[in-house]
């Protein structure tokens, strides 16, 4: 009988998945390794290895899901909304997204509050600046029909 149930959370999932690997492709790696020698580098220097590990996971999966969800928001684009309306839209669940992830990661069990709202500053920078970035590559892609 449970193999007649239909799980929708796990097809979302597998189609979240397939999203963020087609996001991939639609990162600039030179641009996050200019921004990671300019701006993390020096501020994670004093973090032990473990803590550096957790603040460039905690920074990396922060501009792949913001990336992706500006590629999912890219459909309000096509409908004829400016880029203010959609980060209007999305201010919340790219907060909320945040949060998430910094508990995912659990900074406050490794880093100090200091750390903390200094990661949370690159954060809230890379995850509006990789929003824009993955509306306009979704609108472009969709726009070839590659989505």
């Known amino acids: 009988m449970e193999n007649n149930i239909v799980s929708f959370q796990k097809i ?3 189609r979240n998945q397939v999203l963020q690997q087609k996001a991939l492709y639609g990162i600039d790696s030179k641009e996050l390794n200019k921004y990671y020698d300019t701006v993390v580098r020096d501020s994670i220097q ?3 290895i473990l803590q550096k590990y ?3 996971e905690y920074l990396g ?7 992706t969800m500006g590629i999912r928001a890219s ?5 004829g909304k400016n880029m203010e309306d959609i980060e209007k839209v999305y201010l919340c669940d790219l907060r909320s997204l945040l949060t998430d992830l910094s508990r995912k990661h659990q900074l406050y069990q490794y880093l100090r509050d200091w750390d903390v709202y200094s990661l949370s500053i690159m954060a809230e920078d890379l995850s509006g600046k990789w929003f824009r970035k993955g509306v306009l590559y979704g609108e472009k892609q969709r726009k070839m029909k590659l989505m």
């Open 12 to 14: 979302a999932d597998s």
């Open 46 to 48: 004093h973090y032990s």
């Open 54 to 56: 957790l603040a460039e």
């Open 61 to 67: 999966e922060t501009v792949i899901d913001s990336f």
């Open 75 to 79: 459909k309000l684009r096509l409908d």
